[in-house]
């Protein structure tokens, strides 16, 4: 009896330890990356203003070829909503949002997550002319994980994980672009 009691006093200080860590980590994380597009900015940013465009260079839109997908209002403009749902695990389902727009420079997004957990981030593109012929594009994404959640985060590389998933995506847009 005085085995199980120390065992379970050991479990509940660690669990408590983990609690008190997760106090003091940080919640919010960010993550950006940029790629340089051989086309003009207008170009540029008249593609990447439309979701649905997203399914050709995005590597979460290519992960699931079989997702449903339904969009609601007018591609391009605040309030367009574009929504997925697949089987997959890493895929799951969810919806992005148009939040904002300003013409020519950047387009924000308004992510939420349903499944397999739910989330909300923001996301952003965001395009600078470098020459007549030359954009840098600039793909952010940012979030938030909630106490106790938040302890993950000193496990978890959020900029290596999703941001390679961001340059995957950036090098797919710059190929589209560039045969055009």
Known sequence: MKIVKRILIVIVALIALVLIVALFTKKDYALEREITINKPKQVVFDYVKYLKNQDNFSKWAKMDPNMKKEYKGTDGTVGFVSSWDSESKDVGKGEQEITA?????QIDFALHFIKP???RANAFMATTAL??????????FSSRMNYPMNIMLLFMDMDKMLGTDLETGLQNLKGILEKQ
């Open 131 to 140: 020459s007549e012929n030359q954009t840098n594009v600039k793909w952010g």
């Open 117 to 119: 957990f739910d989330g």
């Open 101 to 105: 727009i300003r013409e020519g420079e």
